[in-house]
C-alpha cells in the first residue's frame, strides 16, 4: 500500500478562527473608510454597510458569475459601488476602496492560531510535503506560513475552488503524488470533506467543539478535536493503510 506523502490543509477555521480576524479587519476597514469618507460614517455602521457591500457583491456575481471565486477582488468593488452611490467618482471610489481593501488585507493577516497550530505544522513538514488549500484570501506566505507550506492553492488565483475537484487535482500533479498518497484537513464537512474524498484523497475532519457529524452519505477517514493529534491520526492510518491486503 502507498504511504502518505502529503498532507494539505485548509486555512480558515482550521488555522485560526475566521469570525475573530475578520471582525477585526472589517472594524478597522470601516475605522479608516469612516476617517476618509464621511458620507459613510452619515449613512452606515458597520453592520449597515456590510449588508449594503453584500448586496453589490451579489449582484456582480449574478452579472459576472467568473467573479464567484474572486473574493478580493469582489470586496473591493462592492465597496466602490457603495461609494459611488454616494456621488463618489468611479476613479475616486476605486481608490478608496482599495486602500480600504489593504487595510483589511493586513488585519486579515494577523490571526490567533489556534492552540498547538504551529508547531503541529512544524512535526508534519519534518515528515510530510505540506500544502495550503484554501478558498479564502489569507496567504500563507504572507503569514510567514511558507516554511512548512510548499504550496499554497487559493480558489481566487486558480478561478475555481473547494469542494471541486480541480484545486485537489491541481496540488497532487504539482507534487507529484497520488490520491492515495495524500490526506486534506479541514474544518468543513462540505469544501474539505467531500471535494477531498471526491478527489481520492483521505481526509481528516478538524472538529474542535466535537459537533456530531451530519452528512449520511460520507464520512471523513479520521476525525480530530485539537491539532496536536494530526500526527497521531495520519500515523494510525498509515498503520491502517499497510494492515490493507
Ligand atoms: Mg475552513
Known amino acids: 500500500m502507498p504511504d502518505i506523502k502529503l498532507i494539505c490543509f485548509d486555512l480558515d477555521d482550521t488555522l485560526w478562527s475566521t ?57 473591493r468593488q462592492s465597496l466602490s459601488l457603495v461609494l459611488q452611490d454616494h456621488n463618489f467618482s468611479q476613479s475616486g471610489a476605486d481608490q478608496l476602496s482599495d486602500e480600504i481593501f489593504q487595510c483589511f488585507m493586513h488585519w486579515r493577516h494577523k490571526p490567533i492560531y489556534f492552540e498547538h497550530a504551529e508547531e503541529t505544522l512544524a512535526q508534519l ?41 480541480e484545486p485537489f487535482v491541481h496540488t497532487l500533479k504539482h507534487f507529484n503524488v497520488k490520491a492515495e498518497e495524500a490526506l486534506h484537513i479541514g474544518d468543513n464537512p462540505s469544501d474539505d470533506v467531500l471535494g477531498a474524498r471526491q478527489a481520492g484523497l483521505y481526509t481528516i475532519w478538524y472538529n474542535p467543539k466535537s459537533n456530531p457529524w451530519k452528512e449520511a452519505d460520507y464520512k471523513a477517514s479520521l476525525e480530530v478535536d485539537q491539532l496536536n493529534k494530526i500526527p497521531a491520526a495520519v500515523e494510525r492510518l498509515q498503520a491502517n493503510l499497510q494492515m490493507k491486503p
Open 125 to 165: 513538514s519534518e515528515q510530510y510535503q505540506l500544502a495550503a488549500i484554501t478558498n479564502g484570501n489569507a496567504c500563507s506566505k504572507r503569514l510567514g506560513l511558507d516554511k512548512y507550506f510548499t504550496l499554497h492553492i487559493s480558489a481566487e488565483d486558480l478561478g475555481i475552488g473547494k469542494p471541486e475537484p
Open 19 to 75: 469570525k475573530q480576524v475578520m471582525m477585526e479587519a472589517e472594524k478597522q476597514a470601516f475605522t479608516l473608510l469612516s476617517q476618509n469618507a464621511t458620507v459613510i460614517a452619515e449613512h452606515y455602521d458597520m453592520m449597515s454597510l456590510f449588508q449594503a457591500r453584500v448586496k453589490k457583491w451579489k449582484q456582480l456575481t449574478a452579472s459576472h458569475p467568473q467573479l464567484k471565486y474572486q473574493i478580493s477582488q469582489l470586496r
